[in-house]
């Protein structure tokens, strides 16, 4: 079974600043996908980031990367130039080809103006 | 209409009533889910359905019953429900069964 914890039940940052949301997650697959999903006060939840396991490199989307660290099964999301958009409830998942998507509690976010 | 649409956005219902959600995916997915948000806990699956097949029911109580008559719509009919089945309840697709979602803007639902 696959575990995934968030660690930071809230943070805040200042507007044009960066934050680090902090993610690890255990799974006995070798081959496995993770997620960083923001949920905003609107409650749609929106796919952020995406990481392959299997790919070294560090997913990044504008101002959204991500800090992957196989070994220490740890999956963290920076946001850098942080707007007040930015604010919102931000999940970390993972599965695999055959396993269901597990979410962490999630991390809620505030910007300060 | 793109994306993953939910109707209705917000429903109230007493306990003895019946009533369904709907979901519809506009993505050409093949595979979609129920889940169920409560205050304070996790995102929490409750349904799986992959080429219309149901391939995961996470032991959800009989006053919830899915149904997929193809891959780009999906019902989840309520009966009897019980004030603690309030809560938000989110349709999601996936080109195939445990790929990357992507949501809907749920439904939120009380249960007086």
């Known amino acids: 079974a696959q575990t995934v914890t968030q660690s930071q039940p809230e943070m805040s940052v200042q507007e044009a600043e960066t934050v680090t949301l902090s993610c690890t997650y255990d799974t006995s697959e070798s081959d496995y996908y993770l997620f960083w999903y923001k949920q905003p006060p609107s409650r749609q939840m929106i796919l952020v980031i995406r990481?392959?396991?299997?790919?070294?490199q560090n997913a990044t989307e504008n101002r959204f990367s991500v800090n992957f660290q196989k070994a220490a099964k740890s999956f963290s999301l920076k946001i850098s130039d942080s707007q007040l958009g930015d604010a919102a409830m931000y999940f970390c998942a993972c599965n695999s080809g055959n396993t269901p998507l597990v979410f962490g509690k999630g991390t809620r976010l505030s910007v300060i103006a | 209409e793109t994306g993953v649409t939910q109707t209705p956005r917000h429903l109230v219902m007493g306990m003895t009533n019946k009533k369904s959600l709907k979901c519809e995916q506009h993505l050409g997915h093949n595979a979609m889910y129920w889940y169920k948000q409560s205050a304070k806990k996790p995102l929490e699956l409750m349904f799986v359905y992959n080429f219309k097949e149901q391939t995961e029911n996470n032991s959800v109580p009989s006053r919830f019953s899915p149904e997929c008559p193809n891959s780009s719509h999906l019902f989840l009919h309520l009966h009897t429900l019980q004030p603690e089945d309030s809560a938000l309840y989110l349709c999601?697709?996936?080109?195939?069964?445990?790929?990357?979602?992507?949501f809907g803007p749920g439904t939120r639902l009380t249960v007086t």
């Open positions: 990481q392959e396991a299997y790919k070294q």
């Open positions: 999601a697709s996936s080109q195939r069964d445990y790929y990357e979602q992507y």
